[in-house]
T-cell receptor, first 114, second 114 residues
Framework: KQEVTQIPAALSVPEGENLVLNCSFTDSAIYNLQWFRQDPGKGLTSLLLIQSSQREQTSGRLNASLDKSSGRSTLYIAASQPGDSATYLC?????????????FGRGTQLTVWP | NAGVTQTPKFQVLKTGQSMTLQCAQDMNHEYMSWYRQDPGMGLRLIHY???????DQGEVPNGYNVSRSTTEDFPLRLLSAAPSQTSVYFCASSYTQGLESPLHFGNGTRLTVT
């Protein structure tokens, strides 16, 4: 069974810092990997989706990379802002069966202080 | 564009009561699913559907029923509520059956069973 781990569980940084969130998965035979953001009391919002054939995806100040061979993905946030404070989750799409199943990490809770 | 709409936002039930959590999407998505999110457990898949008339069990299906009579709606039924079902429930949908497209979440239903 695929297991997805996110380290650290919580991160607190001052505004302006560049930071990296880590996601690791145990089975490298994934189809894609998604990064989500969750604000308190809200659902998850998809940030970036990296297909297994891709190495990275970028959206604004966010850059996600994927290294299947090492079972790792990173989310890079440039020039962090207080509005980036949220929980960030990654999810790996496993295609072991005919239809896919997403396996979620437990998230990294990010606080960016002014 | 409303996206994924869940009702109600909050619900309190007594043990043994039944209820239906509603989920509707207006994006013509084939894939719909229900997750529960609990502290320390992360997101767990309850049931999912890859199209009207097709449903299947996820990781934690016991105590829940689903049906998919239309593309738009995917209600989750609690047959006889138990305190262990106290959780936040999220409905999510994706354009493609195989989850090659991003997953869109509703804002959740916070359920308390006393």
């Amino acid at each position: 069974k695929q297991e997805v781990t996110q380290i650290p569980a919580a991160l607190s940084v001052p505004e302006g810092e560049n930071l990296v969130l880590n996601c690791s998965f145990t089975d490298s035979a994934i189809y894609n990997l998604q990064w989500f953001r969750q604000d308190p009391g809200k659902g998850l919002t998809s940030l970036l989706l990296i297909q297994s054939s891709q190495r990275e995806q970028t959206s604004g100040r966010l850059n996600a990379s994927l290294d299947k061979s090492s079972g790792r993905s990173t989310l890079y946030i440039a020039a962090s802002q207080p509005g980036d404070s949220a929980t960030y989750l990654c999810a790996a799409l496993d295609r072991g069966s005919t239809l896919g199943r997403l396996y979620f990490g437990r998230g990294t809770q990010l606080t960016v202080w002014p | 564009n409303a996206g994924v709409t869940q009702t109600p936002k909050f619900q309190v039930l007594k043990t043994g009561q039944s209820m239906t959590l509603q989920c509707a999407q207006d994006m013509n998505h084939e894939y719909m699913s229900w997750y529960r999110q609990d502290p320390g457990m992360g997101l767990r898949l309850i049931h999912y559907s890859v199209g009207a008339g097709i449903t299947d069990q996820g990781e934690v299906p016991n105590g829940y029923n689903v049906s998919r009579s239309t593309t738009e709606d995917f209600p989750l039924r609690l047959l006889s509520a138990a305190p262990s079902q106290t959780s936040v429930y999220f409905c999510a949908s994706s354009y493609t059956q195989g989850l090659e497209s991003p997953l869109h979440f509703g804002n959740g239903t916070r359920l308390t069973v006393t």
